[in-house]
């Protein structure tokens, strides 16, 4: 066997090309297209009044200026809802350009196409939209008592209304010895990826056909969008996701307006055609998430252990649902983190709001569940006066519960039920990696120097690799080099390195003779996209099993020319040879050359097939029936389930005592992702996921006023952490491998966003002596909670008035 | 109803070469570079000088490109993430790219995800490191805390700075070995 590369912190393919300058995303793609720009709403709520476009249609260099009224056709209809759910009575969802109505600011009204973006914009500021303004809807509070209504058509701004429940909750709780309930509220924010949406599309009037390019995390699924909005046949529709600059979620929904509009624009003007989002826009017009009001009700025993779990949540989607539900149904069933739950219902209610709409970013919906889950076991501890490990470890689901059904529905519609997964062991590690024991102490001696500390812990299960499937594909050229393609697209995960490290190990090649490619409709038509951390579980399991595909049929090929058995046979750096004698071999380029019977003889490997001419028997066809020529295999994976990761993050905080800064002393992360294949870049994801669960911990909001107005829509007030921000992140792991499929892997893309929240609440909470149940959290919000506080409008935690008196807060 | 704009004459040595376009005055420069010149290595992260992704050299120093207009670059020398590669220091990497010390050590420790705001970290550290050869950790984390990356977290990159400069000065004592030649 060679080298194993599967599990080895191997460097990545994709960097040399990176860091040269080489890469190649969505704006550096097009140089000769036309360039849209946008006139977006300036009101949350607002009827369209009239359009008048006059002063910009001699703007020298505007080929074309587009209201709603010009899209024909499907292409002004609304646009889809990717994820319908019965409980969804009352989805709507927008048009490519705003009709009668707007809902929110940043809403797309008009386009415009000229020859580059300046003038696009210059024609933009001359266009002059009437409006007539409508009450606006804004935050959950406005949204719930349903006063005023996003659309009119909509009573009680109410998209959704689910309900699950197990076991009798109500008598449950009327038996519980303690019972407690928890308000809590956590606020939006979003991907914000470093490059923004982006759309380019070329028609080929020769050929009728379009080719677009979309900085998505879906190309598949913009292929067939944009198919169907322009009425094209799918064959005559392909879409490659070129390098994409980050993407966490949002660039998961299509169509956007912009990537039916671009491709329209091209076929009617017929020259190639780009949208390049601005970051302005970003914060306007494509999505957020996170925005929730919680109420958490618990009943437990004396010993801690939970009886009955009622939660009820307001969830606010914005303007519109077109990617359906999928955020609360997340938060309501994996909230429920390690736990058992006893008795379970969890009800909640999505309304509309005049801004942004809501998808999911990285964790989707998981941060708000696991806040409020970590929250409740925080007040138990606090209530019994417990250790708040050990309240957690009463409620864990052993790994002898394992496979453990919660007999609820997931995501997926599927059951809720984890694969594996060794909760204790989690915990032993995070409480070694941070010195849970031994904090006390490291607290006592802060003290004596007038430091205020504290520490925080948060425990999260996350499904991942949610099917329905993806496929692989593998053809081995006859120079030996081995072609691998998934149809799920990249945003920087690593795939061109770890399907490639699946490859070389499946098959026996070198890593450097496997070539990736990801999201190119033209390679693979089949795939689902890349979200939910399934792209290693998914593509990676499909491409392991194209591989084995591909290496027996090398096999049966290279056995018949050598005249052994497949099974004496072993492929070694991408030979093929016999087991213990070596010099009986070909190169897997041969084999290529013998699977196909059409041999030219263009290449050394074609000329050292024909020493293995074979027999030939004149009564048989060159290609058998149930053969096909080419040494290349195609397989899909299609799990039950998803499988479920899990993890656990410890930090100790630092709350200045005058000032009411916040730091963050330390961080630490234990995360079992099942196998993994590439540690260095679980870790990498691990990082990033923290990082970004520390920006909504602490710094990141989306500040609208009562008019709708996003007050910092821009990176220079909307605080995306710098490397100043983010503190020294540690880890370990744990591998509790997957048996539901064949590499024993989980999901670890969001892992690391899912507990910040909670953990750093929970460890604010421990230095400061009373709850904190809104995140994010400023200096300025915890300095008015110590007002607050000081003043007996907040209650104190027991433990803080148990243990020796503190000194008085600020 | 609206006049052509007026053209200017912008002649600027990029990576080296000597380049001229017409251009708005209105433009630029990172638009100059990347879709007049064809280097969109340079990246446009928030177009308001905040991200750092558009940074490159002007005459050694780091400058947001975004902030700058491409007629203020007149006469001006400057470096681009596709320029670092070029530097005496720089070796060829087994896939054929040239790599500076700080584009090696990125990617060997996996400092970059995405690799959109990476040609801005990228030229940030290479002046960074002309200056300060020998960072701390802290300081290593200092230099980069102008420049957002929504991917990596930061740890890699910090350690990358580190390794930068470790390879930096192995590459400049090979140099110095060798009688100080030009590596190939
Ligand atoms: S694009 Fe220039 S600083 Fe962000
Ligand atoms: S690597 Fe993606 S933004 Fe930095």
């Keep these: ?810 | 109803m609206t006049d052509v704009e007026t053209l200017h004459d912008v002649t600027v040595t990029v990576n080296g070469v000597r380049r001229t376009a017409a251009v708005p005055a209105r433009r630029l420069l990172s638009d100059f570079l990347r879709h007049d010149l064809r280097l969109t290595g340079t990246h446009v992260g928030c177009e308001h000088g905040v991200c750092g992704a558009c940074t490159v050299l002007v005459d050694g120093a780091p400058m947001r490109s975004c902030l700058m207009f491409a007629v203020s670059a007149q006469q001006h020398e400057i470096t681009t993430v596709e320029g670092l590669g070029s530097s005496t220091d720089a070796r060829v990497a087994p896939t054929g790219e040239s790599l500076s010390p700080v584009q090696q050590a990125f990617a060997e420790c996996h400092g970059l995800q995405c690799g959109f705001c990476t040609p801005g970290f990228l030229t940030t550290v290479t002046a960074y490191l002309e200056e300060n050869p020998t960072p701390t950790n802290e300081e290593a984390r200092e230099a980069i805390s102008g420049n957002l990356c929504r991917c990596t977290g930061y740890q890699n990159i910090v350690k990358s700075v580190l390794r930068a400069a470790e390879i930096t000065a192995e590459r400049r004592g090979e140099a110095a070995a060798s009688g100080g030649g030009e590596p190939a």
């Design chain 1, 1 to 810: 066997m060679t080298t194993q590369m599967f599990g080895a912190p191997i460097r990545r393919k994709e960097d040399p090309r990176l860091v040269s300058g080489g890469g190649r995303y969505l704006d550096d793609l097009g140089h000769d297209a036309l360039a849209a720009a946008f006139v977006r709403s300036p009101h949350a709520h607002a009827r369209i009044v009239e359009i008048d476009a006059a002063d910009a249609v001699d703007v020298e260099g505007v080929v074309g200026i587009y209201v709603h009224e010009d899209l024909p056709g499907r292409v002004g209809e609304p646009l889809p809802l990717l994820i319908p759910h019965p409980t969804l009575t009352h989805g709507r969802t927008g048009h490519a350009l705003a009709r009668d109505e707007v809902n929110h600011v940043g809403e797309a009204v008009v386009m415009v196409v000229a020859t580059d973006r300046y003038v696009a914009e210059d024609a933009c500021q001359r266009i002059r939209v009437t409006y007539e303004q409508l009450p606006p809807v804004v935050g959950i509070e406005a949204a719930r008592d349903g006063v005023r209504l996003v659309h009119d058509d909509v009573p009680g701004n109410v998209a959704a209304h689910m309900l699950q429940e197990v076991g009798d909750v109500d008598a449950a709780l009327a038996a519980s010895p303690h019972t407690l309930t928890l308000e809590l509220d956590i606020e939006r924010s979003a991907c914000t990826p470093m490059e923004g949406r982006g759309v380019y599309a070329r028609w080929d009037d020769e050929r009728g056909e379009l080719r677009l390019w979309s900085s998505t995390q879906t190309s598949t699924g913009v292929r067939a969008a944009v198919a169907a909005k322009l009425d094209l046949p799918l064959a005559k529709v392909e879409c490659i996701a070129p390098d994409v600059g980050g993407g966490f979620g949002v660039k998961i929904v299509h169509p956007w307006p912009e990537e039916v509009l671009v491709p329209w624009a091209a076929r009617l003007l017929g020259q190639p055609v780009k949208f390049t989002e601005d970051r302005r826009e970003h914060f306007v017009s494509a999505a957020h998430e996170r925005g929730q009001l919680q109420t958490v009700t618990i009943g437990f025993d004396d010993d801690g252990r939970l009886l009955a779990l009622d939660v009820k949540l307001w969830h606010d989607n914005g303007a519109y649902t077109p990617y359906g539900i999928i955020v609360p149904i997340i938060t309501s069933t994996q909230l429920l983190g390690p736990y058992k739950p006893g008795a379970y219902r969890c009800e909640f209610w999505s309304l509309y709001t005049n801004t942004v709409l809501v998808t999911p970013y990285r964790g989707a919906g998981r941060p708000q569940g696991c806040f409020a889950m970590e929250r409740a076991m925080d007040a138990i501890a606090d209530e019994l006066a417990l250790d708040r490990t050990e309240v957690r470890s009463r409620n864990f689901i052993l790994p002898s519960e394992m496979p453990y059904d919660h007999g609820l529905l997931f995501q997926d519609g599927r059951p809720l039920k984890y694969d594996s997964g060794d909760f204790p062991a989690s915990l032993a590690k995070i409480k070694a990696l941070v010195g849970w024991d031994d904090f006390a102490a490291y607290r006592a001696t802060a003290e004596a120097e007038g430091r205020r500390v504290g520490l925080g812990i948060g425990c999260y299960v996350e499904g991942t690799g949610v099917g329905p499937y993806e496929g692989g594909h593998i053809q081995i050229e006859t120079s030996g080099r081995v072609n691998v393609s998934t149809g799920l697209t990249s945003q920087g995960q690593g795939h061109e390195t770890v399907f490639a490290q699946i490859v070389a190990d499946e098959l026996g090649v070198r890593l450097e003779d496997v070539h990736v490619t990801t999201g190119d409709s033209r390679k693979m038509a089949y795939a689902v996209g890349t979200f939910a951390s399934r792209a290693a579980v998914m593509s990676g399991s499909a491409i392991a099993l194209a591989a084995r595909k591909v290496r027996t049929k090398a096999l049966r090929i290279a056995a018949d020319a050598l005249e052994v058995s497949p099974q004496d046979l072993e492929i070694v750096e991408g030979t093929v040879r016999v087991k213990g004698a070596p010099a009986t071999s070909m190169s897997l380029g041969t084999v290529s050359v013998l699977s196909n019977p059409l041999r030219y003889a263009f290449d050394e490997a074609a000329q050292a097939a024909t020493q293995f001419a074979g027999t030939f028997d004149p009564d048989k066809p060159p290609v058998a029936d149930d053969d096909e020529p080419g040494l290349e295999g195609r397989d899909f994976y299609s799990p039950t389930q998803a499988t479920f990761a899990n993890g656990m993050h410890a930090a100790i905080v630092e709350t200045d005592p005058v000032t009411a800064e916040i730091r963050i002393l330390r961080y630490c992360v234990v995360h079992d992702c099942g196998t993994m294949i590439n540690p260095m870049i679980v870790e990498g994801q691990v990082h990033g996921g923290v990082a970004q669960g520390v920006g909504g911990a602490l710094y990141e909001r989306m500040a609208y006023d009562e008019s709708g107005q996003l007050l910092n829509a821009s990176f220079m007030d909307f605080l995306v952490p710098y490397a100043s921000e983010v503190p020294t992140i540690e880890t370990d792991h744990l591998e509790t491998p997957s048996p539901l499929n064949p590499l024993g892997i989980k999901g670890a893309g969001e892992a690391g966003c899912i507990p910040v929240s909670a953990v750093i609440a929970s460890a604010i909470e421990d230095a400061e002596g009373f709850p904190i149940t809104r995140m994010p959290i400023s200096p300025n919000d915890l300095w008015e909670l110590r007002r607050r506080h000081a003043a007996g409008e907040i209650p104190s935690l027991h433990r803080a008035t148990r243990t020796a008196p503190k000194e008085t807060t600020a």
